[in-house]
C-alpha cells in the first residue's frame, strides 16, 4: 500500500440539482472483518482494501450516521430538508484506475424523500426512522452521543463516548495521513443499483477534522444479517471518528458506471 496524501483536487462547481448539506453528529465506525465476509457483496470491478490486523489481513467496512440539517439544491436556497441518515460501505479500490473508493452495502435515509433515490435512480436506499440524542460538552467533545434506528432493512442502536485521554493510531497503514485519507475521504461511491447494474456518484467535502470516540453499545442489524459482523464483534471496532459538523457536496443526479 502507497502512502496517500490530503492533495488539493479540482472541485467541481455545484450547479443545476446537485445538493449541498451541513451534517451534523457525523459518525465513522469502522469494522476489520475477514475479506472472505465481505468479497461475495461487492462488485468483481473492485479490489477489498485489507490491512494487517494481529498479523492476518482484514478489510475494512464503515457505518457512518450523520443528521443532515439542511439538505438542499445547491441553486436555490429552499426548500431545505432536515433528516436521519446512515451508510454502510466497504473501503475498496477501483481495478480499473487504481484509486481508492467506497462500495455501498446500503443506506437508511429518515424521510420520505428516499423514494427518489430508491425508485428514480434505483439505488440501495430504505426507510428508517432514527433517534438523535447527542449533546457537545464546553470542551467541543460529545458528552452525550446516541442514536436508535428502526428499520425493517436493518434496525440499529449506537452508543459511543469521548475523553479528553482518548486518541487513536490506525495500524496497518503505512502512516496516519494514509488511514485517515483512505477512512474519512473517499470521494467515489459505486453500488449495485435496484436494477442488477453497476451505478456510481461522487461528493465532495472538505478535509474532515475528525476526534477519536470508542463504542460504549452498538448494534447493527444489517451487519449481522449481511454475515460481515455478529453483534459481539460489533462491539470492538477497528476505529470510531466523531465530527460535530461538517458541509458536504453530492454531485446528482448519479450515474452508470
Not at 441553486?75 to 481495478?95: I, W
Not at 467506497?102 to 428514480?120: A, E
Request: hydrophobic share 40%.
Amino acid at each position: 500500500m502507497l502512502p496517500l496524501r490530503f492533495a488539493d483536487e479540482a472541485r467541481p462547481r455545484p450547479s443545476g440539482i446537485d445538493v449541498v448539506s451541513t451534517l451534523l453528529h457525523f459518525a465513522i465506525i469502522t469494522y476489520a472483518v475477514p475479506p472472505e465476509r465481505l468479497r461475495p457483496l461487492v462488485h468483481e470491478r473492485f479490489e477489498l482494501l485489507t490491512v494487517p490486523v494481529n498479523g492476518e489481513p482484514r478489510a475494512l467496512v464503515s457505518v457512518v450516521p450523520f443528521q443532515e440539517l439542511d439538505f438542499r439544491l445547491a441553486a436555490y436556497p429552499s426548500p431545505q430538508f432536515r433528516f436521519g441518515q446512515t451508510n454502510y460501505r466497504v473501503y475498496v479500490l477501483d481495478r480499473s484506475t487504481g484509486k481508492p473508493c467506497v462500495w455501498f452495502l446500503g443506506s437508511l435515509l429518515d424521510s420520505l424523500t428516499v423514494v427518489i433515490p430508491r425508485y428514480l435512480w434505483k439505488l440501495p436506499w430504505h426507510h428508517g426512522r432514527m433517534h438523535f440524542d447527542c449533546r457537545l460538552g464546553a470542551d467541543g467533545r460529545y458528552s452525550h452521543y446516541a442514536i436508535e434506528t428502526r428499520s425493517a432493512w436493518g434496525a440499529a442502536m449506537l452508543q459511543l463516548r469521548q475523553a479528553e485521554s482518548l486518541s487513536q493510531l490506525h495500524g496497518g497503514f503505512p502512516d496516519e495521513e494514509t488511514a485517515l485519507v483512505y477512512l474519512t475521504h473517499p470521494l467515489s461511491g459505486y453500488y449495485t443499483r435496484r436494477d442488477g447494474r453497476l451505478g456510481s456518484y461522487s461528493i465532495w467535502h472538505d478535509k474532515l477534522e475528525m476526534q477519536a470516540a470508542e463504542v460504549v453499545e452498538a448494534r447493527f442489524e444489517a451487519l449481522e444479517r449481511l454475515g460481515v459482523a455478529n453483534f459481539e464483534e460489533q462491539r470492538r471496532p477497528y476505529s470510531v471518528l466523531v465530527q460535530a459538523q461538517t458541509e458536504f457536496t453530492i454531485y446528482l443526479p448519479p450515474g452508470l458506471a
